[in-house]
């Protein structure tokens, strides 16, 4: 089956099918002279499993696994119904809240509605990725932003101990004293281009793959081969390469200039807050020292 047909009985675009392709998800024949694919029924039934899936809000990670029968289908697709029922659960609490709101007047609403977030806010520290949103609200601006962009894969965890809480709050109180930064223009518009995730595809396709392959490792016990610390260095090389990072090295290098002195102290925090940062980080050194 050629990809045109493919992308009919799919609903997905073409991108994407190369992109599953990529992830090893579908293993398409391919003419070794033209470079032309021929899919199969397999490959489309996988597709359409995957469009499915990603349609429910599934993780590639959990995608992968599905596939590969590797893991219990059941398990996986009971975690994600826990996702969606906490998330159900405090969307139903915020709208129980702005009903009994509505009924008062205005300023019974001012009088109460300090005591309401904090109930709500309590509540949602559970549930994954609290710590993202959280700090796209309390840090909305350039600083934020950066924050984000540098340590956001690892802020999906809930915030579900006294001391997960107390290291949040301490970085957040270092970040929020910090002096105030001139951010110039362009280096804004890096921010919110990659904020936004409008920068090249094809640089965060490499990022993407870059990421799924480390958490792959990372959710072992065993250290990488040196056959997967040789492709990650391959496709280290292959974002440096991409006209794109240029916007990434100088947004780097930005944030050394002015973040550098808590580095240091925010890693201490992330260290209590991710359960993979310390183990990314260590990977990583081994990987860039070998």
């Known amino acids: 089956m050629k990809i045109s047909e493919v992308m009919r009985e799919t609903n997905l675009t073409k991108k994407a099918i190369y992109y599953y392709e990529e992830e090893g998800l579908i293993t398409p024949w391919k003419d070794s002279e033209n470079g032309y694919r021929t899919y199969s029924e ?14 429910l809000d599934f993780s590639l990670k ?14 996986i697709i009971n975690k994600q119904l826990d996702s969606i029922n906490n998330e159900i659960t405090c969307l139903l609490k915020n709208k129980a809240v702005l009903e009994r709101l509505s009924q008062k007047d205005s300023e019974s609403i001012i009088g109460e509605f300090k005591s309401v977030i904090a109930d709500l806010d309590k509540e949602s520290k559970n549930i994954a990725g609290y710590m993202l949103k959280e700090l796209n609200r309390v840090l909305p601006g350039n600083l ?6 540098q340590y956001g894969q690892f802020l999906d965890e809930p915030l579900d101990s006294p001391e997960k809480e107390l290291a949040w709050q301490n970085m957040i109180y270092m970040l929020d004293s910090l002096e105030e930064i001139n951010y110039p223009d362009d280096i804004k518009d890096i921010i919110n281009e990659k904020f936004e995730r409008l920068t090249d595809d094809d640089l965060e396709k490499f990022k993407e793959k870059f990421i799924s392959e480390t958490n792959k490792i990372l959710a072992r016990t065993e250290g990488p081969s040196k056959e997967e610390q040789d492709e990650i260095r391959k496709r280290i090389e292959e974002v440096e390469k991409n006209p794109a990072f240029q916007k990434e090295k100088e947004l780097q290098q930005f ?13 201490k925090y992330m260290y209590i807050l991710s359960s993979r940062f310390e183990k990314f980080n260590q990977l990583m050194r081994e990987i860039l020292s070998n």
């Open 144 to 149: 934020g932003k950066m924050f984000a962009i």
């Open 62 to 75: 959990d995608i992968q696994a599905i596939l590969s029968q590797g893991k219990n289908t059941k398990e």
């Open 42 to 55: 397999e490959d489309v039934k996988k597709l359409n499993i995957i469009y499915g899936l990603r349609k």
């Open 255 to 267: 944030m050394i200039n002015h973040l550098k002195p808590i580095f240091h102290d925010v890693n």
